[in-house]
């Protein structure tokens, strides 16, 4: 299996600062990398499909990219609406496994 | 508009048969790969497995292997998760999601979820 390896597990940020969550595979998945955003009780939330595009929808300040082994999520400028826990997750070959989040705090 | 609709929360106790539901609609069922992912009280995403509809090619993580049993019925747009004997460790919530585009696409449309609660 291909290890997802997310860091840090959790930050604490203010509305407006430009946030950047890691994503490491344990082998190569090209650009088979995907991020979602979950929030307390909802169904998670494509934001990046495919390392670095974005799923309709989803604000611009949202953005990732990277390709191989490590990726990277970047919020431009934390809303609100932004604190939640982030996933990465490797398409590239089955199990399609997931990172093991980053919860993003006030 | 693609919808995922699953079925509703469950109450059952160990060593109980389960089966849930995912009932697409708005796109062609049999032309999308459907996943499934537990996330137990508390925890992350766990990708369970996932199955195309159209030929019923499935694939599951080896961690769930043998534990579970997904299925589709394509005449009726519905995938399913099934146990033949749950355990209390099997009390999780299970999404149902369909793959954005091919194989190797996100997950990019979510069910509700189903609540499964297994205790004595």
């Known amino acids: 299996d291909i290890q997802m390896t997310q860091s840090p597990s959790s930050l604490c940020a203010s509305v407006g600062d430009r946030v950047t969550i890691t994503c490491r595979a344990s082998?190569?998945?090209?650009?088979?990398l995907n991020w979602y955003q979950q929030k307390p009780g909802k169904a998670p939330n494509l934001l990046i499909y495919a390392a670095s595009s974005l799923q309709s929808g989803v604000p611009s300040r949202f953005s990732g990219s990277g390709s191989g082994t490590d990726f990277t999520l970047t919020i431009s400028s934390l809303q609100p609406e932004d604190f939640a826990t982030y996933y990465c997750q490797q398409s590239y070959s089955s199990p399609q496994t997931f990172g093991q989040g980053t919860k993003v705090e006030i | 508009e693609v919808q995922l609709v699953q079925s509703g929360a469950e109450v059952k106790k160990p060593g109980e048969s389960l089966k849930i539901s995912c009932k697409g609609s708005g796109y062609s069922f049999t032309s999308y790969w459907i996943g499934w992912v537990r996330q137990m009280p508390g925890k992350g995403l766990e990708w369970m497995g996932i199955?195309?509809?159209?030929?019923?090619?499935?694939r599951y993580s080896p961690s769930f292997q043998g534990q579970v049993t997904i299925s589709a019925d394509k005449s009726i747009s519905t995938a399913y998760l099934q146990w033949s004997s749950l355990k209390a460790s099997d009390t999780a919530m299970y999404y149902c999601?369909?793959?954005?585009?091919?194989?190797?696409?996100?997950?990019?449309?979510w069910g509700q979820g189903t609540l499964v609660t297994v205790s004595s």
């Open positions: 199955i195309y509809p159209g030929d019923s090619d499935t």
């Open positions: 082998q190569s998945i090209s650009s088979c």
């Open positions: 999601a369909r793959h954005r585009d091919g194989y190797n696409s996100g997950l990019g449309y």
